[in-house]
């Protein structure tokens, strides 16, 4: 996702995923960050392909044509195009295919900015409920953050249904907290900043890189 004034609005760009859950939970953030008022780009592998679409996904969540024209302030963009021009990031891409999404969106494209990071490293490989591909001793938000250094990784709202994502009054009222963690404490601001906005209470953390207290994702 990136920010950057244009029109009076920021601009948010976030990366897409082909599994049904996060590109469900993907839309889901982009129309809510939409509504705050940020420009929002969506990124994806093939911009014509996505755009053909025509089958609700496993979810029965409608195609993204359908949710798009329903969103017509979003911009559909390749994942290069939509980070070159973003101020800051969100890869909402299923864990399996973050590396990959963020190596189409060019490293001079991501360098200096700051990534929120909403993925989670699910391994479905022995069917449900999945386990994770990589966990105890290391993290994905790690591994994103070690083959980007010049990256500011973010992890946040990855332990969230999408619902809640974009309205966190659904649970208690809005009386939780979101972990944020990170190693640059101003990309934490900017991040607890706009998830405030959004009406999503946080508390702070350390570490994509020094092992913090609850499980790594």
Same mark, same amino acid.
């Given at each position: 996702?990136?920010?950057?004034?244009?029109?009076?609005? %920021? /601009?948010?760009?976030?990366?897409?995923? $082909?599994?049904?859950?996060?590109?469900?939970?993907?839309?889901?953030?982009?129309? /809510?960050?939409?509504?705050?008022?940020?420009?929002?780009?969506?990124?994806?592998?093939?911009? %014509?392909?996505?755009?053909?679409?025509?089958?609700?996904?496993?979810?029965?969540?409608?195609?993204? +044509?359908?949710?798009?024209?329903?969103?017509?302030?979003?911009?559909?963009?390749?994942?290069?195009?939509?980070?070159? $021009?973003?101020?800051?990031?969100?890869?909402? =891409?299923?864990?399996?295919?973050?590396?990959?999404?963020?190596?189409?969106?060019?490293?001079?494209?991501?360098? !200096?900015?700051?990534?929120?990071?909403?993925?989670?490293?699910?391994?479905?490989?022995?069917?449900?409920?999945?386990?994770?591909?990589?966990?105890?001793?290391?993290?994905?938000?790690?591994?994103?953050?070690?083959?980007?250094?010049?990256?500011?990784?973010?992890?946040?709202?990855? =332990?969230?249904?999408? %619902?809640?994502?974009?309205? +966190?009054?659904?649970?208690? !009222?809005?009386?939780?907290?979101?972990?944020?963690?990170?190693?640059? +404490?101003?990309?934490?601001?900017?991040?607890?900043?706009?998830? =405030? $906005?959004?009406?999503?209470?946080?508390?702070?953390?350390?570490? =994509?890189?020094?092992?913090?207290? %609850?499980? /790594?994702?």
């Amino acid at each position: 996702m990136v920010m950057r004034p244009a029109e009076d609005r %920021a /601009r948010s760009t976030s990366h897409e995923d $082909r599994s049904s859950g996060h590109r469900h939970g993907r839309a889901g953030l982009a129309g /809510r960050l939409d509504e705050l008022g940020h420009e929002v780009a969506v990124g994806t592998r093939d911009v %014509a392909g996505t755009m053909a679409r025509t089958a609700p996904d496993g979810m029965g969540n409608p195609p993204y +044509p359908a949710w798009a024209g329903a969103h017509t302030r979003v911009r559909l963009a390749t994942f290069a195009d939509a980070a070159a $021009r973003a101020e800051l990031l969100v890869n909402a =891409t299923s864990g399996g295919v973050s590396m990959a999404a963020l190596a189409a969106a060019g490293t001079k494209n991501l360098a !200096g900015k700051v990534l929120i990071d909403i993925a989670n490293p699910l391994d479905f490989s022995l069917g449900f409920p999945p386990s994770l591909f990589v966990k105890d001793t290391d993290s994905l938000g790690e591994q994103i953050q070690a083959a980007y250094p010049e990256l500011k990784v973010v992890k946040a709202l990855n =332990t969230l249904t999408a %619902a809640l994502m974009v309205n +966190p009054a659904q649970l208690a !009222g809005g009386q939780h907290s979101v972990f944020v963690s990170g190693n640059d +404490p101003d990309a934490k601001k900017t991040v607890i900043g706009l998830l =405030t $906005r959004s009406g999503t209470p946080t508390s702070s953390t350390s570490a =994509t890189s020094a092992p913090p207290a %609850a499980p /790594r994702c």
